[in-house]
């Protein structure tokens, strides 16, 4: 899936494999199997191309990760010491970002979730480039919709979260999220 979203356009397994070829040893076969079964379980979308399939991501990997975070937190038997847990655990990068964040989905009034724009020149007025990115992902996020997988695949909920790739043919596996 890193791949898939790094690149960010459709993908053939030939190309999947030329690239992860660069690190270690791997068949053709078995960078298709895990095309495949991402197909399956509804992580990506595929498209005939001769003899071949290009497969494009279903959602992004901030919405992949949305998706994640909000599993994880939505089974803890007390959500609000579990989000104060993970703010505690953030480094001042990652408070920034979530400042960022807040800025853009900041709730004006009950049920809706846009801002109003400050006026040109107001203090406030110039968005972060954090803000920024973090907004687009959620318009993003909203433009291509849930991230979950198809009903009944049997697949976790976040796309790609248990993708994995043999290390060798004979070798250990290692999740594919991480190439």
């Keep these: 899936m890193t791949r898939v979203w790094k690149w960010n356009r459709p993908v053939t397994v030939r190309e999947v494999l030329e690239d992860l070829q660069q690190e270690r040893s791997i068949a053709y076969t078995t960078v298709m199997t895990v095309m495949d079964n991402l197909y399956q379980k509804g992580w990506v979308r595929r498209e005939a191309e001769g003899r071949a399939y290009r497969y494009a991501a279903v959602s992004t990997r901030a919405a992949y990760a949305a998706a994640l975070m909000n599993e994880a937190w939505q089974r803890s038997d007390n959500q609000a010491a579990a989000l ?23 709730l004006p009034a009950e049920g809706t979730r846009e801002v109003p ?27 291509q919709g849930s991230p979950e997988p198809a009903q009944g695949s049997g697949a976790p909920s976040a796309p ?7 290390e060798s043919e004979g070798g250990a596996a290692e999740a594919g999220g991480g190439r």
């Design 117 to 143: 724009a400050p006026p040109e020149g107001a203090e406030g007025a110039e968005e972060s480039e954090g803000a920024e990115e973090a907004r687009e992902a959620a318009e993003a996020g909203e433009e």
């Design 84 to 106: 104060v847990a993970f703010f505690g655990m953030m480094s001042p990068e990652q408070r920034d970002a979530l400042g960022d964040a807040m800025r853009v989905i900041q």
């Design 160 to 166: 790609g979260a248990a993708a994995e790739l043999p």
